[in-house]
Structure formats: structure tokens, C-alpha cells
């Protein structure tokens, strides 16, 4: 659970975030701000977010804030395997390691997954009850990215289920305990998984992982692991508050939701991506020296948290940015990052929305809002924007699914 201090942001933050980041975006676009986790300067204009997505002074790692005498001694900001994900590594590592990850986790791969993804929204919607709320997060939006995730990687349909919860414990808001429990059962499963992968390779992620090679250069076996985990803890999280979050805007919508079954779909999702942006924030990075942002001094060794979503709404940047526009060109948003760090699964989220949100609304076309907005109860992440619960109806299903 997160604190986040402020007149701005008081407990009704957690129910819509965007009224509290439009004042700070307009009055005071770089300022200080405490999480639970400590202090932070929360950045939240276009321009300077985007910038500080590229800009090497903002390091992933604390360590790089220290003076170069202290770095060796001083231990990483996270458990490994952790530690060794893309998201928490800066150049020259982060370069090395985004390098190899590419060779097999490329566009093509995530293309092929199509069909399987068709067939998963399939089989997930053909199993809901037409005259009873249903809790769409539960039932679709949760365990829809999770199969592919688990087919993209390899996970043998038998083990999905115990690793659909493991990964329900790391992005929900559990005790202390429990997550580094599920932590370590997940990272000790995937270690032997890739011990029978470089035995026994298949057509998967982590027998992809496991060739990729440069000048003789592998992943190690904790470096496969550490990017396993980062997709499924990442893209399935994204995918589903993303998937969630769409489906609540479409039945508010019907304008826009009549889009999906035309050609411009794609170009909806894009919009959708923006409005509704995955990440309200992007992860937190530290200060490696003074510098300044949007007109204010921030500190050496300072928390930073840049505002993805906060930018892709800055009037700024995308006129009348508060409404969902079909017709918009939404090019230049940045809900998947910016820069060396810009999300390696930006095309699977992608692939995944322009799927389950046809499929749903084909299957479904009378669904609605089982209770009011103003009756939903939302995650307190500072991460992402979600109800815990999306209650829906779906009443007849159509033939023309």
C-alpha cells in the first residue's frame, strides 16, 4: 500500500488520480511528494517527462547517486532476482542484457501469438454466465495475459494454474512476507524450467533466451529468470489494468466502442493507450547529480517518479487531452516509456488489447456496468490506476462472435 501526501492527493486519488495530477501539472509540475516508500519529486508535464525517460542523470539504480568511491560497497536496491531485471539496471549492463533479450523476444514472436490469443479470449468468454455479474478482472482481464504470458515463456499448461497465483501475490497488495514467498517459489520454478530448457529446447521464450548470444555472450541462468519474472510481473499487470480500464471507457462510450469492429480498431487501442495509459508512473529513478526539471533544482541521490499519465493528458501536448477522441492522432504517446527503457512488451499489450476487447464486445454487444463507478473500490498503487473489481452483466451472447 502507498501514502501519497499532498492537499492534491487525499484518499479520493485512488479513485481517479487525474483531477489531483491536472493541479499539479498546472501549478506545480515538479514537486515533492511522499510515498510510502519514502519522499519522491513527481514530474508530471509532457515535456519534462519525456525528457527524463532519456535523460542519463535519472538512473534505475540508487547506487549510481553515490559517489563512485562508495557504489562497490553498497548493495542493490532490490533482491535479486530482481535486481538483475532490465528495469532495475543502467548502461553499460542494461545495454548487454537489452541486447541479447531482443534476439528472442522479437516481433515476430509476439506476432505468431495471435492465434493462441484468439483462442484463449475465446475459451475465457465462452465460460462466463450471461445472467449473473460477472467480475471481469477475475475472469478475463486477469487470467486472458496470463495464459499468453505462460505460453509465450513455456510454461506447461499443468504448472499455469499455481503460477497464475504466484504472480496474482506479486502484483496485489499482500503482506511483506507472502510476496517474498511467492517471489521465491516463482524465481526457484523458473531456475528449473531453464535447467530442462537448455536440455530439452522448445519453440519458447526461454529456450530463446537461453541461444541468444553475442561475441560470446549469454544470459546467465539468473538473467533469464530475472526477465521471465519482469514479463509476467509487468506485462501481465499492464495487460490487465489495461484491459480493465478500456472496457470501463468503451461502455462509456458507445461512439467509441462502435470502432472496434471496423478497421480503425488499432488506431482506438492507440487512443485508449493514452487516455487510459497503463502505468499512471513510470518507475522510480534516482538523481546522479544536481539537475534541473521544468524550471525546479532537484538533488543529487533524489527519488524521481516521472508521470506517464499525467503527461499523455497535458493539454500541452494532445488538445482537450481529457477526452477520448477515436479520431485523435495519439502518435508521440509515451504509455510504454521513452528511451532506453521504453517497455519491451509494448507490442504483446498491444496484441493482447486489439484481441480481448473485439472478442468481448462481439461476444457480449448488450454487457454494461453492473454497479456505478461511485461503487467500485480501487488498488492504492502508486504504479498503476485499477478498480480491484470490474462487476459486470453481459446478457446475450451474440452469434456473430
Given at each position: 500500500?502507498?501514502?501519497?501526501t499532498?492537499?492534491?492527493?487525499?484518499?479520493?486519488?485512488?479513485?481517479?488520480?487525474?483531477?489531483?495530477?491536472?493541479r499539479?501539472?498546472?501549478?506545480?509540475?515538479?514537486?515533492?511528494?511522499t510515498?510510502?516508500?519514502?519522499?519522491?519529486w513527481?514530474?508530471?508535464?509532457?515535456?519534462?517527462?519525456?525528457?527524463?525517460?532519456?535523460?542519463?542523470?535519472?538512473?534505475?539504480?540508487?547506487?549510481?547517486?553515490?559517489?563512485?568511491?562508495?557504489?562497490?560497497?553498497?548493495?542493490?536496491?532490490?533482491?535479486?532476482?530482481?535486481?538483475?531485471?532490465?528495469?532495475?539496471l543502467?548502461?553499460?549492463?542494461?545495454?548487454?542484457?537489452?541486447?541479447?533479450?531482443?534476439?528472442?523476444?522479437?516481433?515476430?514472436?509476439?506476432?505468431?501469438?495471435?492465434?493462441?490469443?484468439?483462442?484463449?479470449?475465446?475459451?475465457l468468454?465462452?465460460?462466463?454466465?450471461?445472467?449473473?455479474?460477472?467480475?471481469?478482472?477475475?475472469?478475463?482481464?486477469?487470467?486472458?495475459?496470463?495464459?499468453?504470458?505462460?505460453?509465450?515463456?513455456?510454461?506447461?499448461?499443468?504448472?499455469?494454474?499455481?503460477?497464475?497465483?504466484?504472480?496474482?501475490?506479486?502484483?496485489?497488495?499482500c503482506?511483506?512476507?507472502?510476496?517474498?514467498?511467492?517471489?521465491?517459489?516463482?524465481?526457484?520454478?523458473?531456475?528449473?524450467?531453464?535447467?530442462?530448457?537448455?536440455?530439452?529446447?522448445?519453440?519458447?521464450?526461454?529456450?530463446?533466451?537461453?541461444?541468444?548470444?553475442?561475441?560470446?555472450?549469454?544470459?546467465?541462468?539468473?538473467?533469464?529468470?530475472?526477465?521471465?519474472?519482469?514479463?509476467?510481473?509487468?506485462g501481465?499487470?499492464?495487460?490487465?489494468?489495461?484491459?480493465?480500464?478500456?472496457?470501463?471507457?468503451?461502455?462509456?462510450?458507445?461512439?467509441?466502442?462502435?470502432?472496434?469492429?471496423?478497421?480503425?480498431?488499432?488506431?482506438?487501442?492507440?487512443?485508449?493507450?493514452?487516455?487510459?495509459?497503463?502505468?499512471?508512473?513510470?518507475?522510480?529513478?534516482?538523481?546522479?547529480?544536481?539537475?534541473?526539471?521544468?524550471?525546479?533544482?532537484?538533488?543529487?541521490?533524489?527519488?524521481?517518479?516521472?508521470?506517464?499519465?499525467?503527461?499523455?493528458?497535458?493539454?500541452?501536448?494532445?488538445?482537450?487531452?481529457?477526452?477520448?477522441?477515436?479520431?485523435?492522432?495519439?502518435?508521440?504517446?509515451?504509455?510504454?516509456?521513452?528511451?532506453?527503457?521504453?517497455?519491451?512488451?509494448?507490442?504483446?499489450?498491444?496484441?493482447?488489447?486489439?484481441?480481448?476487447?473485439?472478442?468481448?464486445?462481439a461476444?457480449?454487444?448488450?454487457?454494461?456496468?453492473?454497479?456505478?463507478?461511485?461503487?467500485?473500490?480501487?488498488?492504492?498503487?502508486?504504479?498503476?490506476?485499477?478498480?480491484?473489481?470490474?462487476?459486470?452483466?453481459?446478457?446475450?451472447?451474440?452469434?456473430?462472435?
Open positions: 500500500m502507498s501514502r501519497i499532498g492537499e492534491d492527493f487525499l484518499e479520493s486519488y485512488w479513485r481517479d488520480p487525474h483531477p489531483a495530477l491536472a499539479a501539472r498546472e501549478h506545480t509540475p515538479v514537486r515533492e511528494v510515498f510510502e516508500s519514502g519522499p519522491t513527481l514530474v508530471t508535464r509532457y515535456a519534462d517527462v519525456r525528457a527524463g525517460l532519456a535523460d542519463p542523470r535519472l538512473a534505475k539504480d540508487w547506487r549510481a547517486s553515490l559517489p563512485a568511491e562508495e557504489r562497490a560497497a553498497a548493495p542493490p536496491g532490490l533482491p535479486a532476482p530482481m535486481s538483475h531485471m532490465l528495469t532495475s543502467d548502461p553499460p549492463e542494461h545495454t548487454r542484457l537489452r541486447r541479447l533479450v531482443t534476439q528472442a523476444f522479437t516481433a515476430r514472436r509476439v506476432a505468431g501469438l495471435r492465434p493462441r490469443v484468439q483462442t484463449f479470449a475465446r475459451n468468454l465462452a465460460g462466463l454466465p450471461a445472467d449473473e455479474p460477472v467480475d471481469l478482472v477475475a475472469r478475463y482481464a486477469i487470467p486472458l495475459p496470463m495464459e499468453v504470458i505462460c505460453e509465450l515463456i513455456g510454461v506447461p499448461e499443468l504448472d499455469r494454474e499455481t503460477f497464475a497465483h504466484w504472480s496474482t501475490v506479486l502484483i496485489d497488495e503482506p511483506e512476507e507472502e510476496l517474498v514467498r511467492a517471489s521465491t517459489k516463482m524465481a526457484d520454478y523458473l531456475a528449473e524450467l531453464v535447467a530442462i530448457r537448455r536440455r530439452d529446447p522448445d519453440e519458447a521464450l526461454l529456450s530463446g533466451l537461453i541461444a541468444a548470444a553475442e561475441d560470446g555472450n549469454r544470459l546467465s541462468d539468473l538473467e533469464i529468470v530475472a526477465m521471465a519474472m519482469l514479463l509476467l510481473m509487468a501481465h499487470e499492464t495487460s490487465a489494468v489495461f484491459i480493465t480500464n478500456s472496457v470501463r471507457a468503451l461502455l462509456a462510450d458507445p461512439a467509441a466502442r462502435r470502432r472496434l469492429s471496423t478497421p480503425d480498431s488499432a488506431a482506438l487501442v492507440e487512443e485508449l493507450l493514452r487516455w487510459v495509459s497503463p502505468a499512471l508512473n513510470a518507475s522510480v529513478r534516482f538523481a546522479t547529480e544536481d539537475l534541473e526539471i521544468g524550471g525546479t533544482t532537484i538533488p543529487r541521490g533524489a527519488s524521481v517518479t516521472l508521470s506517464t499519465g499525467a503527461a499523455n493528458r497535458d493539454p500541452d501536448r494532445f488538445p482537450d487531452p481529457t477526452r477520448l477522441d477515436p479520431d485523435r492522432d495519439p502518435t508521440g504517446h509515451i504509455a510504454f516509456g521513452h528511451g532506453i527503457h521504453r517497455c519491451l512488451g509494448a507490442a504483446l499489450v498491444r496484441l493482447e488489447a486489439e484481441v480481448a476487447l473485439p472478442a468481448l464486445f461476444r457480449f454487444p448488450h454487457i454494461q456496468a453492473a454497479t456505478g463507478e461511485e461503487e467500485l473500490t480501487f488498488r492504492r498503487s502508486v504504479h498503476v490506476h485499477a478498480p480491484r473489481t470490474f462487476p459486470v452483466l453481459l446478457g446475450p451472447s451474440s452469434t456473430m462472435e
